[in-house]
């Protein structure tokens, strides 16, 4: 059974990176023909897309975050990464890392992480 | 980026009843359009994929029908447990948008 699981820091200072990790298990990160991304949603709001990562390498950004963000594959570690520079509290959100099959739609997401942005 | 707008914000229906959620976008996303529920401090869960497929393990009430932009999720009869948010979401283009969301409430 596939699970995905996000750690980080719970608090961000503001101008300040905020970094999180979604490890993957019961599957390969490496596994073809899959995404692994990123949605994020602020306390009392909807879903944000953030961004996607290809197996291959490939990576698709919310274009309103395009500039601050990066998501990374480690296949070592069976993990992918979160980096979003620059965090103002208006980045205060729950995190949740998820896979989506290339043909279908996302079908496994982690519990989400609540990253408080704050000085 | 293709909008995406759900209506209504917000429905108020009874146990037994039918439920129609509705999902528009600004433009024509084929049939590249899902569904989810959340509940209160949980992930969404993946209802409806590619406008009329129903997920693994999701009951035959959910259904899903609609393409290029008209899109409509239905539930033949509220059980206590549908009451949640219910969001669209298009995988026809980057970024993959989410409509804002409906919530289902009990009346």
């Known amino acids: 059974q596939l699970q995905l699981q996000e750690s980080g820091p719970g608090l961000v200072r503001p101008s300040e990176t905020l970094t999180l990790t979604c490890t993957v298990s019961g599957a390969s990160i490496s596994s073809s023909s899959y995404y692994w991304g990123w949605i994020r949603q602020p306390p009392g709001k909807g879903l944000e897309w953030i961004g996607s990562i290809y197996y291959s390498g490939s990576t698709y950004y919310n274009p309103s975050l395009k500039s601050r963000v990066t998501i990374s594959v480690d296949t070592s570690k069976n993990q992918f990464s979160l980096k979003l520079s620059s965090v103002t509290a208006a980045d205060t959100a729950v995190y949740y890392c998820?896979?989506?099959?290339?043909?279908?739609?996302?079908?496994?997401w982690g519990q989400g992480t609540l990253v408080t942005v704050s000085s | 980026e293709i909008v995406l707008t759900q209506s209504p914000a917000t429905l108020s229906l009874s146990p037994g009843e039918g439920a129609t959620l509705s999902c528009r976008a600004s433009?024509?996303?084929?049939?590249?359009l899902a569904w989810y529920q959340q509940k209160p401090g949980q992930a969404p869960r993946l209802l409806i994929y590619?406008?009329?497929n129903r997920a693994t393990g999701i009951p035959a009430r959910f259904s899903g029908s609609g393409s290029g932009t008209d899109f409509t999720l239905t539930i033949s009869s509220l059980e206590p447990e549908d009451f949640a948010v219910y969001y669209c979401?298009?995988?026809?283009?980057?970024?993959?948008?989410f409509g804002q969301g409906t919530k289902l409430e009990i009346k």
């Open positions: 590619d406008a009329s």
């Open positions: 998820a896979r989506r099959p290339q043909w279908g739609a996302i079908n496994y």
């Open positions: 979401q298009q995988r026809s283009d980057w970024p993959h948008t």
């Open positions: 433009q024509s996303v084929s049939g590249y």
